[in-house]
């Protein structure tokens, strides 16, 4: 058993109810921001599993003090939107009963899959589940979408030898940003984020980015990661398949695509450590800067 504080056990006991028994406790593989453990409590004769989040990045919570209740918000409006997500159970806002800002919520079975038997299945799945999200309305909700990089001042990354096409692009993305109609999204939809049960999408998980905001954020969120985790054809193969499952709904523009990727762009491009911990070997940090490069290149294309 791995040993959260007691302080933060008691709060799960009591949140869930006083008097059950903590049968087991693990680190869940795969968090990059917050400690996040999966947690069995016994009650009578049943037991049933949970997550428990908690934030210990001090410079994100400097950010965003209310990331915690940001999350809990979008766990209960996608929920309530008959979304596969986790259900509420309880947010620590303050950290004052866990010691660090928390978040308990229900654990969904399945597992998270990179390494498909059946690629095209597997990306239709992830395209119809992600259409799921976007069908729900969000003008009521509070959290907006924003880029994460300030595209007036951001310059061509030093890494790249393609200085002239990143500033192409990045101008591209300070200039010409579309209207577009705004939609629940979830803000960090990518496999890693997706359970699968059975050769189905059982859940979307890591919900504390949801906001109302453009559809093509979240295809291009997928997109950049499909690029560097398998290549520009997957990346491609997937849009295919989104605007498939979407239908007249969905308007592509290359302007999305090109904003997920320059988000990315706060150093050179680095194996995303939740894939080495989900069991994806054999990739290095110099396949992505090509990667990102032959995705970015792949964009500019399409403007």
Same mark, same amino acid.
């Given at each position: ?6 302080? +933060? ?12 028994? $903590? ?27 949970? $997550? ?20 809990a918000e979008s766990l209960l409006f996608a929920s309530d939107s008959g979304l596969p997500a986790p259900q509420l159970v309880a947010c620590d806002q303050s950290g004052e009963a866990c010691g660090m800002p928390a978040v308990l919520m229900t654990k969904i079975s399945?597992? $998270? ?45 030093e890494w790249s030898g393609l200085s002239s096409e990143w500033t192409r692009a990045i101008a591209y993305a300070r200039d010409r940003r579309p209207a577009a109609k705004t939609c629940f999204i979830h803000r960090d939809y990518h496999p890693a984020n997706v359970l ?22 979240? $295809? ?49 491009? +680095? ?33």
């Open positions: 058993m791995i040993e959260l504080p007691n302080r +933060a056990l008691e709060w799960v006991v009591d949140s869930v109810c006083p008097g059950a028994k $903590v049968t087991s406790v693990s680190r869940l593989l795969g968090g990059t921001s917050s400690l996040i453990h999966s947690i069995t409590l016994q009650t009578g004769q049943e037991e049933a599993d949970y $997550v428990l989040r908690l934030i210990n990045n001090e410079e994100w919570l400097q950010e965003e003090p209310d990331a915690a209740w940001h999350e399945g597992s $998270v899959v990179l390494r498909p038997e059946n690629p095209d299945r597997w990306l239709g799945g992830l395209a119809d589940t992600l259409t799921r999200i976007h069908a729900v309305p969000a003008d009521g909700f509070a959290w907006q979408y924003a880029a994460y990089i300030d595209l007036e001042t951001l310059e061509a990354p699968w049960t059975g050769g189905s999408v059982s859940g979307v998980v890591d919900w504390i980015n949801g906001c109302r905001g453009p559809a093509g954020i979240d $295809v291009g969120q997928c997109r950049s990661d499909l690029a560097q985790l398998y290549d520009v054809a997957t990346a491609d193969a997937f849009l295919s398949a989104y605007e498939a499952a979407a239908g007249k709904t969905f308007a592509y523009d290359p302007y999305w695509d090109l904003v997920a990727l320059i988000d990315t762009l706060f150093g050179p491009p +680095a194996v995303f450590s939740g894939w080495k911990a989900l069991g994806v070997t054999g990739l290095t940090d110099g396949m992505m800067a090509e990667r990102v490069d032959a995705y970015m290149l792949s964009l500019l294309k399409r403007i």
